[in-house]
Structures are given as C-alpha cells and as structure tokens.
C-alpha cells in the first residue's frame, strides 16, 4: 500500500490546516490510520487515529479540541483537519496505516507496517 501526504505549508498562530492522506494499493477499508508528527530533536508521536470504519477515534492531549481526524473510504483518503494552531504543533506530520479488525484504534507508531513520506506543517508566532 501507498501513501500520500498533503496539505501542510506555512500558517500563522491561530490558523487551520487540513492535511490529507491518499491511500492506494489496496483496500482502504481494511486499514485503521493514525497521523503522527516528529519536530526537529523530539521522537514521532502520535497525533489522532482512527478504526476502519471511523466509529473509534483516539486524540493525543496535544490536540484535543483543536484536532478532528476523519477518513472517507470511498475516497481513500483520511484527513487530518487542524485549527487554533501554534507554533509547538509545528513538526512533520506522516499518515501512518495498518491492517486492522473491528473498531480498533492504535496509538503506536510501532503498530503502523506503512506510512507516507510526510508533510511540513510550520506555525509561525
């Protein structure tokens, strides 16, 4: 499977975001996602993740509120839409994808067999 990931660019505190991730290869549906961040001397965490369906969803606290992950099967796509950014969200953002059954959601990066090759949100002050 293949992953592509776009949206990110330069952005002013205060401002929004929506990343996008597109999946080919094989079926999007039997793949739970998760979009991840690292920042320049920090390890990659977590950011959202989201089950196969979309009825389970996991925020890390760094963007609870300000953070919505979503996916559309029948585009392929997750999306990662971003408001109230600051400038500690800026990082480079990967989507991340794993097979996956029922309604699980996975936090950890070790749990992702795939990822895209990543996307530079930069949030000015």
């Known amino acids: 499977v293949q992953l592509q990931a776009s949206g990110g660019g330069l952005v002013q505190a205060g401002g929004s975001l929506r990343l996008s991730c597109a999946v080919s290869g094989r079926t999007f549906s039997t793949y739970a996602m998760g979009w991840f961040r690292q920042a320049p001397g920090k390890e990659r965490a977590v950011v959202a993740a989201i089950s196969l369906s979309g009825s389970r969803i996991y925020y890390a606290d760094s963007g609870k509120g300000r953070f919505t992950i979503s996916r559309d099967n029948a585009k392929n796509t997750v999306y990662l839409q971003m408001n109230s950014l600051k400038p500690e969200d800026t990082a480079l953002y990967y989507c991340?994808?794993?097979?996956?059954?029922?309604?699980?959601?996975?936090?950890?990066?070790?749990?992702?067999?795939?990822w895209g090759q990543g996307t530079q949100v930069t949030v000015s002050s």
């Open positions: 991340a994808a794993t097979m996956a059954l029922g309604s699980s959601v996975y936090k950890q990066a070790e749990s992702y067999d795939c």
